[in-house]
């Protein structure tokens, strides 16, 4: 499923819009501030729970307006995914519940680099996600992910998912038609997702 062209350039228009007012995403994400950014100086700093809560409602918007999975997994490795992710990991699971066990969520050491430093990893059916660590009151608290896309020259007939298949014993047709749902996006598209999802999480504690 390749995202369209059109879809990008609304992104594109949201990031301008953010950049130019932040504000917007008071009503983005139902933060209940007004309209305004919090003025540090006479404002009460943001809240450990409603931190958690903004990042969950951010999460659920992104996923809603790009189609993509996203999740948190804590420092604790306790990991909230979102429901698309889901269903998609009980369709991988229902072919071999092995490839499951290799989830990059139990196999990655989390990554504390400083805030905005992204990284790309590869799930074991072949997926990417994009992982960034976050902070609360310069607290590492865990890492916030976007994925299960594939980009667009990642095709299915390859080496990799012909070795995938054979090595795990997979049902090949089955196996294919499940990749045949993941998102494609071009090297150009994962630009423009991650600076959106950047440029949200830059704003989370001041709106």
Same mark, same amino acid.
């Given at each position: 499923?390749? $995202?369209e062209?059109?879809? @990008?350039? *609304?992104f594109e228009?949201l990031?301008?819009? !953010? /950049?130019?007012?932040p504000?917007i995403?008071c ?5 209940? =501030? ?5 003025n540090?100086?006479?404002?009460k700093p &943001?809240?450990?729970?409603e931190?958690?809560l903004?990042l969950?409602?951010?999460?659920? @918007? ?5 189609d &993509?999975? =996203?999740? @948190? ?7 909230y995914?979102?429901?698309n +992710?889901?269903?998609f990991?009980?369709?991988i *699971?229902?072919h071999?519940s092995?490839?499951? /066990? ?6 990655v050491?989390?990554h ?6 992204f990284? !790309?990893?590869r799930?074991?059916?072949?997926? +990417?996600i $994009?992982? !960034?660590?976050v902070?609360?009151?310069r607290d590492?608290?865990g890492?916030v992910?976007?994925g ?5 020259s990642? #095709?299915?007939?390859?080496?990799y998912?012909n070795t ?10 089955a196996f #294919?038609?499940?990749?045949?749902v993941?998102?494609?996006?071009s090297k150009?598209?994962?630009?423009v ?5 950047k ?5 989370? =504690? *001041?709106?």
């Open positions: 499923m390749i $995202i062209d059109s879809k @990008y350039k *609304e228009l990031i301008s819009s !953010v /950049q130019k007012k504000e995403l009503r983005i994400l139902h933060c209940g =501030t007004g309209d305004k950014l919090n540090k100086q006479d404002s &943001l809240s450990y729970d931190y958690c903004r969950k409602r951010f999460l659920e @918007y992104f996923t809603e307006i790009t &993509l999975g =996203t999740g @948190y997994t804590d420092k604790d490795e306790k990991t995914l979102s429901k +992710w889901e269903m990991c009980d369709k *699971e229902a071999n092995k490839l499951c /066990q290799k989830c990059f969520r139990y196999s050491e989390p504390k680099d400083r805030f905005g430093d990284k !790309v990893f799930c074991p059916i072949g997926t +990417w $994009i992982s !960034v660590p902070f609360y009151n590492y608290l890492n992910f976007f299960q896309f594939l980009y667009t990642d #095709l299915p007939e390859t080496t998912f995938l298949i054979e090595h795990y014993n997979l049902d090949k047709k #294919l038609k499940t990749l045949n993941i998102p494609r996006i150009a598209h994962e630009e997702l991650t600076k959106l999802f440029l949200f999480l830059k704003y989370l =504690t *001041e709106i």
